[in-house]
Nanobody, 125 residues
Framework: QVQLVESGGGLVQAGGSLRLSCAAS????????MGWFRQAPGKEREFVGY????????AYADSTKGRFTISRDNAKNTVYLQMNSLRPEDTAVYYC??????????????????WGQGTQVTVSS
């Protein structure tokens, strides 16, 4: 069982930066890939990126590649999403998630069983 709590959302102007954090409970954090997803009003939840359990591999959606960076600190049971060059279309509720199977790396939200409560990111133009 993994419990996740996101923080760090807020209001930022276009071109600005934010760093989201996701704190996980449980001693098995280090065996899970961690994913980030987002959901804008009226839209389906979409993949943002993930990081492998040891941080050695990352993957990003085309819309976030080159602007967003995911990192993790397994000693602190925390995963981060650094967002730079933010755009109004990045406005959404951002969620961190852990998959149903350890070591699984996936872009599909259906493969993720554990979710945080979400944190709002609003980018003004």
């Amino acid at each position: 069982q993994v419990q996740l709590v996101e923080s760090g959302g807020g209001l930022v102007q276009a071109g600005g930066s934010l760093r989201l954090s996701c704190a996980a409970s449980g001693r098995t954090f280090s065996v899970y890939t961690m994913g980030w997803f987002r959901q804008a009003p009226g839209k389906e939840r979409e993949f943002v990126g993930y990081i492998s359990n040891n941080g050695g591999m990352t993957a990003y959606a085309d819309s976030t590649k080159g602007r967003f960076t995911i990192s993790r600190d397994n000693a602190k049971n925390t995963v981060y999403l650094q967002m730079n060059s933010l755009r109004p279309e990045d406005t959404a509720v951002y969620y961190c998630a852990a998959p149903s199977a350890v070591f699984l790396m996936s872009r599909r939200d259906n493969d993720y069983a554990y979710w945080g409560q979400g944190t709002q990111v609003t980018v003004s133009s």
